[in-house]
């Protein structure tokens, strides 16, 4: 039961609010004690709370789950956790992870609380609307960025959120073009929003956001305030995204979260894009 209940909560989903760290190395806080605990707790509030965001929409598709191949192997749509005992979980996780997020302080209980009703927005409204789908889901990244800010708590760069919102819908069209290259007649069996998408728009969408994610992360770069050395940054995630492409080329960006635990080139350029990161910010003027 405990293995099932864990594999319900999607753990692996968790690297994504790594993003809340994010503030703490670009606002030079990393060498702070009270900062790094800040930053550590909103990170495990922050995965309770989307783990409950993740248990609802499960909940809300356990019918259809269950006449699904491969997600009927889903802790609730197999019966592994039962239906009454996922609500009671995601209840308690929502009341804990936001209690939580406002004892911490005002601002990133607000961002939680805000992260939240967007992630239950998506599921209940948004989950097959086309393009609003994409966007929903780049909001919750945008949120989860400011959220490390607050947790500090530092002003958010609004280029570095520029930065944020461009790069997950990025990730989120890549994610599309992906499922529907390879599941190809049957991806909307797989997910109905893919019906409403097509290999060559798709393209066009990731085309847009590449251009807009390099440049609005160039244009944080240049006004971080470091000086020229924070620009030796922008190398890595020109070649981050592209490396992206790549893998969704050769078919494996269905899963994003999976493919930056799997893949040995995108590890090391995000390894070298942090030391440059914190090596230009404290040798810089």
């Known amino acids: 039961m405990a293995l099932a209940i864990l594999r319900a909560l999607r753990p692996k989903q968790w690297t994504k609010n790594a993003l809340l760290f994010a503030a703490l190395i670009f606002a030079e ?4 004690l009270d900062a ?3 930053v550590l707790i909103g990170f495990a509030l922050f ?3 989307s783990s409950s965001g993740y248990l609802v929409n499960d909940l809300r598709d356990v019918e259809a789950d269950r006449l699904h191949p491969q997600k009927k192997h889903r802790p609730i749509a197999a019966g592994t956790v039962s239906v009454p005992m996922a609500w009671l979980l995601a209840a308690l996780l929502m009341v804990v992870g936001i209690g939580g997020a406002f004892q911490l302080n005002t601002g990133f209980g607000l961002t939680a609380a805000s992260y939240l009703v967007v992630t239950l927005t998506y599921s209940a409204f948004f989950k097959h609307t086309v393009v609003l789908d994409v966007m929903l889901i780049a909001t919750g990244f945008v949120l989860r960025a400011v959220a490390g ?4 708590p530092v002003v958010s760069s609004p280029w570095f959120l520029t930065c944020t919102a461009f ?3 990025f990730i989120g069209f890549s994610k599309r073009l992906a499922e529907i290259r390879a599941l190809g007649d049957a991806a909307g069996a797989h997910r109905k929003i893919l019906d409403e998408y097509s290999v060559p728009m798709l393209e066009q969408f990731i085309s847009i956001m590449t251009g807009c994610a390099i440049i609005s992360y160039a244009l944080y770069a240049v006004d971080s305030g470091q000086g020229p ?3 030796l940054t922008v190398p890595f995630v020109i070649y981050g995204i592209l490396r992206v492409m790549y893998l969704v080329e050769k078919g494996d960006g269905g899963a994003p979260e999976m493919m930056l635990l799997r893949d040995r080139p995108l590890q090391l ?7 440059t990161a914190v090596l230009a910010m404290r040798f810089g003027p």
């Open 229 to 231: 050395a924070m620009m």
């Open 149 to 152: 800010a607050e947790a500090i």
């Open 29 to 32: 806080r990393y060498t702070d």
């Open 36 to 38: 790094v605990r800040h």
């Open 47 to 49: 995965c309770m709370i």
């Open 167 to 169: 790069g997950a819908l």
């Open 269 to 275: 350029c995000l390894i070298l894009f942090g030391t």
